[in-house]
T-cell receptor
Framework: GEDVEQSLFLSVREGDSSVINCTYTDSSSTYLYWYKQEPGAGLQLLTYIFSNMDMKQDQRLTVLLNKKDKHLSLRIADTQTGDSAIYFCLTSGTYKYIFGTGTRLKVLA | KAGVTQTPRYLIKTRGQQVTLSCSPISGHRSVSWYQQTPGQGLQFLFEYFSETQRNKGNFPGRFSGRQFSNSRSEMNVSTLELGDSALYLC???????????FGPGTRLTVL
């Protein structure tokens, strides 16, 4: 079946940039989303990109999409301690929603 | 605008029982999706409803079912509960299928 892979952990220093990567297999994916989940909380939509775009910037967040390689990334500029959370990518294809495995981001003060 | 609400927030059941979870989408949203989150399997898509019709379905057994009402509110039902059904069940609403989904806080189900 279709799959979405992410690295399990990422640790960065406060003020640095964070880059979270996601690779997917579903070529029918039309929308690709990034969500943030803090301990004990639900999923917060951060941003999304449509499959005919290759980049989208939204304040501190930059999403890059390489459709040929089926690779999606989320860059967080000037990472803060409040950004510590688990980040999930979600692909939305033809009648399918597939979440990535999640990347736990730890920001060191 | 009020967010997605889910009731109840916590539930404890025993094996063999059945359970019904409820989800009220954001006003104006007509699509509701359900997901199961567990430490072992992560976030898995259960099903999606749009205009009272099931449009998508994930790979879950028939014990998992759902429905959507004319006001877009949705319920999911799990019959003959198993220990492995213990999970956080998340509901998400969107304006229509494929659009950005906004999630509720979830219902934490524990099966003893």
């Amino acid at each position: 079946g279709e799959d979405v892979e992410q690295s399990l952990f990422l640790s960065v220093r406060e003020g640095d940039s964070s880059v979270i990567n996601c690779t997917y297999t579903d070529s029918s994916s039309t929308y690709l989303y990034w969500y943030k989940q803090e301990p004990g909380a639900g999923l917060q939509l951060l941003t999304y990109i449509f499959s005919n775009m290759d980049m989208k910037q939204d304040q501190r967040l930059t999403v890059l999409l390489n459709k040929k390689d089926k690779h999606l990334s989320l860059r967080i500029a000037d990472t803060q301690t409040g950004d510590s959370a688990i980040y999930f990518c979600l692909t939305s294809g033809t009648y399918k929603y597939i979440f990535g495995t999640g990347t736990r981001l730890k920001v060191l003060a | 605008k009020a967010g997605v609400t889910q009731t109840p927030r916590y539930l404890i059941k025993t094996r063999g029982q059945q359970v019904t979870l409820s989800c009220s989408p954001i006003s104006g949203h007509r699509s509701v999706s359900w997901y199961q989150q567990t430490p072992g399997q992560g976030l898995q898509f259960l099903f999606e409803y749009f205009s009272e019709t099931q449009r998508n379905k994930g790979n879950f057994p028939g014990r998992f079912s759902g429905r959507q009402f004319s006001n877009s509110r949705s319920e999911m039902n799990v019959s003959t509960l198993e220990l492995g059904d213990s999970a956080l069940y998340l509901c998400a609403s969107s304006f229509r299928e494929g659009n950005e989904q906004f999630f509720g806080p979830g219902t934490r189900l524990t099966v003893l």
